[in-house]
């Protein structure tokens, strides 16, 4: 019985969370899960869903109510980062975070991990470029915000770590696979004419 209630405890707690990031842009996986715990009473340090529990109730909140909004945000940004992902190429991006599991909302970023050693190589070609953006610590680690349209670009270094999993355990993807993700432009095309 007990199993039973944290399961239903942490469904609970990932719904809400989802909700969080949904309508408010918490960006903070682990922030969302502390908060929507504390808003149900219950405790925020023990028995927290994990992020693809709350991708999951992101994913299933935003199929009931607004389908098509979703899946045409989640196209536009896919797209979006596919261009940006080609701009920097040399630095064999993964893209990870809300856009590559689905989960995305307006408030969603694009985020990045580059595997990379050091950061100049990456910055020295940002200017090179005139690409504007803003340095910011990660949980202790350096990441780049890109300013960009329709949404910004965060930007991670993951030297030394698994090429398959971003920082927070969540499965990454390659340009090469988020290609084959996005329907072929005479596909669209067709779709747009209709």
Do not use: W
């Amino acid at each position: 019985m007990r199993d039973a209630h944290t399961s239903q405890n942490r469904t609970r707690i990932a719904d809400l969370a989802a909700r969080m990031i949904a309508e408010h842009g918490i960006q903070d996986y682990a922030l969302a899960k502390r908060k929507a715990a504390r808003s149900l009473g219950l405790p925020d340090t023990r028995g927290l869903p994990s992020n693809e529990e709350v991708d999951a109730a992101l994913i299933y909140r935003q199929s009931l109510y607004e389908p098509e909004e979703q899946a045409a945000l989640l196209l536009a940004l896919r797209q979006q980062a596919v261009a940006v992902m080609r701009v920097f190429r040399q630095f064999n991006p993964s893209l990870a975070g809300m856009v590559a599991s689905g989960a995305v909302s307006e408030h969603s970023l694009i985020e990045l991990d580059i595997d990379a050693d050091s950061s100049k190589d990456f910055e020295q070609f940002l200017v090179n470029q005139n690409i504007e953006f803003k340095t910011q610590d990660k949980g202790g680690r350096m990441a780049y915000l890109i300013y960009s349209e329709p949404t910004d670009v965060l930007v991670r270094f993951t030297a030394g770590e698994g090429h398959h999993f971003s920082s927070s355990g969540r499965a990454r993807i390659s340009l090469a696979q988020l290609e084959k993700l996005l329907p072929h432009p005479d596909v669209l095309a067709d779709t747009l004419a209709h």
